[in-house]
């Protein structure tokens, strides 16, 4: 029987933000209470909010949108690999992992998922994250998608954003925000799929990983 893992936040207006986006809201246009026959929701969001993934183009002018994805890069064997304890995540952490050579999809479990035992907490700048040699070392080793547990796959002090240059450059699909809390590190298979937003920079998605 196939287990099933939902790794995606639940999606709630009071999720932390990145410092200077835009504050999401979710209000009722229309509702049964007020005489209309139906409810209608409208959700004001920006689109690196939640669990969400980057497309090229969110740093590479004239990369990739979200609708250009290759979403067989979306889908397919992916690895959960658990690195406790390090802030700075460098390549000698992902070489530690000993991956096996056909690995295109890798997800990190770090000490950030404690997190999101309260979801509604103030944004951390002291998350886990990759260093930009780490970005160089996943593009080398031919990884597709790399995702991680919380808002930003490199350091909030790498002002440069050279993590996300060297990914999104190589095109590499970028996840974050995840829920891996209940995930213990493995093979596993990953669904994630976005909104198709034509041309958009990133697009909140629903991640799943199932096994059996």
């Known amino acids: 029987m ?19 986006d835009p504050e999401p809201s979710m209000t009722m246009m229309k509702c049964q209470a007020d005489g209309y026959r139906c409810n209608v929701t409208r959700l004001d969001t920006g689109v690196h909010f939640g669990t969400h993934l980057d497309a090229p183009v969110h740093f590479i002018e004239g990369g990739k949108g979200v609708d250009e994805l290759d979403i067989n890069v979306l889908v397919g064997p992916c690895v959960v690999a658990d ?35 309260k979801p509604n907490h103030e944004f951390h700048k002291d998350f886990a994250a990759l260093t930009a040699d780490a970005a160089r070392w996943v593009v080398d080793h031919g990884i597709k998608l790399i995702g991680i547990d919380y808002l930003s796959i490199q350091l909030f002090a790498d002002a440069d954003s050279t993590t996300h240059h060297v990914l999104l450059g190589a095109e590499v ?6 829920d891996l809390r209940a995930v213990a590190p493995g093979a596993y298979q990953l669904t994630c799929l976005p909104m198709n937003l034509v041309a958009a920079d990133g697009a909140p998605v629903r991640a799943i990983l199932t096994r059996g």
């Not at 893992?5 to 639940?10: A, G, M």
């Not at 992902?94 to 890798?106: H, K, V």
């Not at 699909?173 to 995840?178: A, F, R, T």
Request: glycine share 4%; proline share 8%; aromatic share 6%.
């Open 2 to 20: 196939t287990k099933i893992w939902d790794i995606t936040v639940p999606y709630r207006t009071d999720l932390p933000l990145w410092p200077g």
């Open 83 to 117: 690195i406790p304890d390090v802030m700075d995540i460098t390549p000698d952490h992902l070489a530690a992992l000993d991956l096996s050579a056909d690995t295109t999809r890798l997800l990190l479990k770090t000490n950030n998922s404690a997190l999101w035992e």
């Open 173 to 178: 699909i970028i996840v974050e925000g995840l």
